[in-house]
């Protein structure tokens, strides 16, 4: 019972130690682009106001950004904790069977 107890306590710990690596990923290239975007539409409008290139990166980082949102805190977080439940439901089973 003990064992049962500890595996949940550290697939708890481990679970809560990926979410806070993706949360600090996704806040990590969020700040990034609030720095460097303004940067570069700064030199843009410096060097040559008349073609202004800036919005291709910030297009471009920016679907990037909102996917990695997307995948942090939106599409997949039900399902993977349903899948988790299964398997971890699956292994105890198994291992009660043993």
Request: net charge neutral; aromatic share 14%; charged share 25%.
């Amino acid at each position: 019972m003990e064992t049962t107890s500890f595996n949940k306590e550290n697939l708890s710990y481990e679970r809560a130690t990926k979410r806070v690596k993706e949360l600090k990923g996704f806040y990590g290239n969020l700040t990034s682009y609030c720095l460097v975007i303004p940067f570069l539409i700064v030199l843009n409008i410096l060097t040559d106001s008349s073609h202004l290139w800036f919005f291709w990166p910030m297009l471009g980082w920016g679907i990037g950004l909102a996917v990695h949102g997307i995948n942090t805190f939106g599409i997949g977080r039900d399902w993977e904790e349903r899948k988790i439940k299964e398997l971890m439901e699956e292994e105890i089973k198994n291992t009660k069977s043993l």
